[in-house]
């Protein structure tokens, strides 16, 4: 049960792509075909492994639909990682990556690993993304990029889990600076050190300091202007 | 049991000086809503006002929180004011208990205080309490089926004989408002009692100020508390088999998305008072006043959570029925249907569980004494957080589904619904560890009082910080309902 570490994760893109599905396969290894219109956001939670180390993954699943964006856009905060999704089978959800995007870089911070997946891939014969054009945005946007099928499971794992990697790397070589994000954002809750043998105050990653922390609660009780 | 007392001690110890903290400067804050409950209260409000609990005050660390200290004179404003501990007004007292006390403390130090302070100080052992439960529930089942029933009669001597457990249990009480204050009342109580023999051991809490002085947010704590509580698992399991029976009602919560959804909320909640407070500040003139006396009005209606007396006879919903209708009831038109749905699932399938706990027993009551028993106190107690922690999830998915409904639809939201519904959630959770007790105490009929009686607190501790979380919850939804209500009376202007 115990964890080195637990990202946050953020899962978007426009609505009847498949997120909610995505999900429901990375943790419980099976697929819904009808699924009820998210509201607001849902959950899911699953531990994985990485270099030795357990990483809790805390998943946030976010409503496609146009309406609830002013309230899922709240929930960016502090994501460690985002998995932008759009349907093969549909060119407009691709279409509206780059809003997707915007919105992404806007309310989390700068430095959260986006994860392009381009979803259905078991529907080639309604294919009408190619693959190429999903990497070239990828390329563009510097993203990581991937195909899935939540249905068949194919590269479902991957996508979580390489997302994670790059996270992991990216805390490796002290990317993420505390100090400067912490005016932006809050990466308190995302890249939060849980050490095991601790009494009271969580531990952090060797570049941060229990006092950093003090700081970035108190900033993350702030409101956002 | 008595090797944990030196980690466990100063764990318990920070629940209690917190509840200290800001009640010294607010003594009143919690006592005009126990009025009628004076057997328990008396006691309770003496010791609040002790000066003792100083220290605990002064030993504030970090200076960046002085500002706390000036939140806390003004009860109104403690409750407004977001972020810091004062935000969660006098709720803060006990979801700190269960930041520290949680669970794995609760088997260990903390149970073990207050048993020290129940002998101590004469309050019936939780054993007692919960055997004259079951003695209650059977007169009044007599009297319910007997129609004719006195009011006032017969309730009120078991009003006074169960003032103690009222306050243990927070919930149980049906009267008045006193449920979930008096809960914290005994807790504070025996607190005091208790910091009384921790400051020995640990003078001017070192050991337990650095968990105080914290501001971060309710999710937070709860989250460390929870991982605080895997660490001591994990410790504890190789080397003492025997602390697998102690449920881990934090971790549970978490497990059923208690905390992500209590986050999500928190959110929510944050960003929709800043949105409040920035409309007041674009306004002017009879515009302001009137938004004032309109959110006034609102937070009248968050503060009063009124808990009526009539439904005695709710002790007989036994497969959870009633709970579901009145939720049902007081969901009307809130448009949560699936979340609701969970929630019934939920209660009813505790409400069979409890049935079949009771079940053999009185069938098999003939039969011989060894064949009897398959269900051993640890599996009840289990049981039991399992299913309070669920419930308590559910209930706050519930109101982060409602919160995101109310952004979303701007419809009109009433928050006497939102409250009756706090009260309904309190009700079933009261009710619910009433009955597991009760089972605890038929199923340990043969156990000695200190294996039984630190189960049965346990069990009373979380239902009373089960309470609280949908407490804390409900008050999460009012700058909410507020930003829907200023967008609402923008649009009809506009029209």
């Known amino acids: 049960m115990a964890y080195a570490y637990l990202f946050k994760y953020i899962i978007i893109g426009d609505t009847g792509v498949g997120k909610s599905c995505l999900l429901l396969q990375f943790t419980d290894k099976r697929f819904q075909p009808v699924h009820d219109l998210t509201i607001g956001v849902e959950f899911g939670a699953r531990m994985i492994t990485i270099d030795g180390k357990q990483i809790k993954l805390q998943i946030w699943d976010t409503a496609g639909q146009e309406s609830f964006r002013s309230i899922t856009r709240s929930y960016y905060r502090g994501a460690a990682g985002a998995l932008l999704v759009y349907d093969i089978t ?58 899935t099928s939540a249905k068949t499971a194919s590269n479902v794992e991957e996508a979580f889990i390489n997302t994670a990697k790059e996270i992991y790397e990216k805390i490796q070589e002290g990317v993420f600076d505390i100090n400067n994000e912490v005016r932006h954002t809050s990466l308190c809750f995302s890249f939060l050190l849980k050490p095991l043998h601790s009494s009271s105050v969580p531990v952090f990653p060797l570049f941060l300091l229990s006092v950093v922390f003090q700081q970035c609660v108190w900033f993350a009780t702030l409101p956002l202007s | 049991m008595s090797d944990s007392e030196a980690p466990g001690a100063p764990e318990a110890s920070t629940e209690v000086s917190t509840e200290d903290g800001s009640p010294a400067e607010t003594p009143d804050r919690s006592s005009p809503t126990t009025p009628d409950n004076s057997t328990d209260v008396a006691p309770t409000r003496k010791a609040r006002r002790r000066p003792e609990i100083q220290p605990v005050a002064d030993v504030k660390e970090k200076p960046k929180v002085e500002e706390q200290p000036a939140e806390a004179p003004t009860p109104s404003q403690s409750t407004v004011s977001q972020g810091g501990w004062g935000y969660w007004g006098s709720w803060g007292k006990t979801i700190l208990s269960t930041a520290t006390a949680t669970v794995a403390t609760v088997g260990q130090g903390l149970t073990q205080v207050i048993e020290k302070a129940e002998t101590s100080l004469g309050i019936p052992s939780p054993t007692e309490l919960s055997a004259r439960v079951e003695e209650e529930q059977k007169e009044q089942a007599e009297s319910s089926s ?72 309710l999710s937070q704590v709860l989250r460390e508390a929870k991982e605080r509580e895997e660490q001591q698992t994990a410790e504890t399991e190789s080397s003492d088999s025997e602390k697998k029976m102690v449920a881990h009602y934090g ?39 009137q938004l004032r006396a309109d959110l006034e009005l609102i937070k009248e209606s968050f503060s009063l959570v009124e808990f009526d007396d009539e439904d005695v006879d709710e002790k007989k919903d036994e497969d959870g029925s009633e709970f579901v209708r009145e939720l049902t009831e007081s969901l009307e038109g809130l448009s949560v249907t699936a979340t609701a749905e969970k929630l019934s699932k939920a209660c009813r399938s505790t409400c069979s569980q409890i049935t079949d706990m009771t ?17 051993s106190v640890e599996d009840v107690h289990a049981a039991a957080i399992r299913s309070l922690a669920e419930l308590t999830a559910r209930s706050i998915e ?43 105490t038929t199923a340990g009929s043969n156990e000695k009082g200190d294996v039984l009686n630190p189960l049965i607190t346990g069990v009373f501790l979380e239902a009373s910080n089960s309470a609280s979380y949908i407490q804390d919850a409900f008050q999460l939804l009012r700058p909410i309902v507020e930003i829907s209500h200023i967008q609402r009376s923008a649009e009809s202007t506009e029209q």
Do not use: Y
């Not at chain 1, 990828?138 to 990581?144: M, N």
């Not at chain 2, 449920?179 to 921790?198: H, N, Q, S, W």
């Open chain 2, 398 to 440: 519930l109101f982060h589904k409602l919160a995101e409904m109310i952004l979303f639809s701007n419809s009109s939201t009433e928050a006497s619904a939102l409250s009756q519904l706090t009260v309904v959630l309190c009700k079933e959770i009261s009710l619910l560890s009433k009955k597991f007790t009760s089972c605890l």
């Open chain 2, 251 to 289: 971790m549970l919560f978490d497990e059923f998305q208690g905390l992500s959804h209590l986050e999500a909320l928190e959110i929510l909640s944050r960003e929709s008072e800043s949105k409040v407070k920035s409309v007041l500040t674009t306004l002017s003139g009879d515009e302001r006043v």
């Open chain 2, 146 to 217: 007997g129609t004719d029933r006195v009011p006032g009669d017969g309730s009120a001597a078991v009003e006074s004989a169960f003032g103690m457990l009222s306050s243990l249990t927070s919930v149980v009480q049906s009267t008045g408002k006193t449920m979930i204050t008096g809960g914290l009342d005994a807790l504070e109580f025996i607190g005091k009692k208790t910091m009384d023999v921790i400051a020995e051991g640990d003078p001017g809490f070192k050991k337990t100020k650095g968990l105080m002085n914290r501001n971060s947010t």
């Open chain 1, 90 to 147: 549909r060119r407009d959800t691709f279409n509206h990556l780059t809003t997707w995007l915007e919105d992404a870089r806007q309310h989390s911070n700068s430095n959260m690993v986006i994860m392009l997946i381009g979803n259905k891939s078991d529907l080639e014969s309604r294919r009408e993304v190619k693959k190429e054009e999903g990497e070239a945005f990828a390329r563009e946007h510097g993203l990581i990029f991937m195909e």
């Open chain 2, 359 to 375: 079940k053999p027993e009185q069938e098999e009551e003939g039969s011989e004494e060894g064949v009897k028993k398959t269900l």
